[in-house]
């Protein structure tokens, strides 16, 4: 089970936050990672991961930066406790896939089981962590999200707490996924929605 909380901010509030994030006693800051996330749904419609009663995400990621490159296949899901406290309880399943065998990953799934690619999107994500929490900044093409994701026994009171250390409000925290904040985004400012959302493309932007 993932506890967590997410806040959006405008492209130009970057430097401040890693700034901020940086000041904090305790947090590890690691390496600036290009990410690029594919969601993919069941073949079989009446199946679909993304009707009412299944509500849920299957992906695959990739993450690159000057050390490392990885790959990831992750299951991820709301439940119908998700937002019913403060923190976001979500059910997620991942699997660590060796790199080179990315292609082979792809092929199976686009060849032999025949999922249906559904929309993906790029991002970079800086991270800072400790025992108790994992602290993510990421840059989409449309905005800022920081991510507070407990990594402790105690998930509830160890997000709230790092909320406060952050300086934050934990009433202002975004409760649904990335793809419904930018379909919001898109929406209200009159943008072309695009399934696939990437560096480059017209966007719309978070406003504080």
């Given at each position: 089970?993932?506890?967590?909380?997410?806040?959006?901010?405008?492209?130009e509030?970057?430097?401040?936050?890693?700034?901020?994030?940086?000041?904090?006693?305790?947090?590890?800051?690691?390496?600036?990672?290009?990410?690029?996330?594919?969601?993919?749904?069941?073949?079989?419609?009446?199946?679909?991961?993304?009707?009412?009663?299944?509500?849920?995400?299957?992906?695959?990621?990739?993450?690159?930066?000057?050390?490392?490159?990885?790959?990831?296949?992750?299951?991820?899901?709301?439940?119908?406790?998700?937002?019913e406290?403060?923190?976001?309880?979500?059910?997620?399943?991942?699997?660590?896939?060796?790199?080179?065998?990315?292609?082979?990953?792809?092929?199976?799934?686009?060849?032999?089981?025949?999922?249906?690619?559904?929309?993906?999107?790029?991002?970079?994500?800086?991270?800072?962590?400790?025992?108790?929490?994992?602290?993510?900044?990421?840059?989409?093409?449309?905005?800022?999200?920081?991510?507070?994701?407990?990594?402790?026994?105690?998930?509830?009171?160890?997000?709230?707490?790092?909320?406060?250390?952050?300086?934050?409000?934990?009433?202002?925290?975004?409760?649904?996924?990335?793809?419904?904040?930018?379909?919001?985004?898109?929406?209200?400012?009159?943008?072309?929605?695009?399934?696939?959302?990437?560096?480059?493309?017209p966007?719309?932007?978070?406003i504080?």
């Amino acid at each position: 089970m993932e506890y967590e909380v997410r806040y959006y901010f405008p492209t130009e509030k970057l430097e401040y936050l890693l700034r901020m994030l940086r000041r904090i006693d305790g947090l590890k800051m690691e390496e600036r990672s290009y990410e690029k996330t594919m969601q993919f749904d069941h073949p079989c419609k009446e199946m679909s991961f993304y009707n009412k009663e299944i509500d849920g995400r299957f992906r695959i990621r990739i993450t690159k930066n000057n050390t490392i490159s990885k790959c990831k296949i992750s299951w991820k899901r709301r439940l119908p406790t998700t937002i019913e406290n403060e923190i976001n309880k979500e059910e997620e399943v991942e699997i660590n896939i060796n790199y080179n065998e990315y292609d082979n990953l792809m092929f199976i799934i686009n060849n032999v089981l025949k999922m249906k690619s559904v929309e993906s999107y790029e991002r970079y994500r800086t991270i800072f962590v400790n025992d108790e929490i994992e602290t993510a900044v990421d840059e989409y093409p449309f905005g800022i999200a920081l991510e507070i994701e407990n990594k402790s026994s105690n998930p509830e009171e160890v997000v709230k707490k790092w909320v406060e250390i952050i300086g934050l409000d934990i009433n202002k925290a975004y409760r649904l996924s990335w793809d419904d904040k930018y379909s919001s985004l898109c929406k209200s400012q009159n943008v072309k929605r695009y399934n696939h959302v990437a560096f480059g493309l017209p966007m719309p932007k978070v406003i504080e």
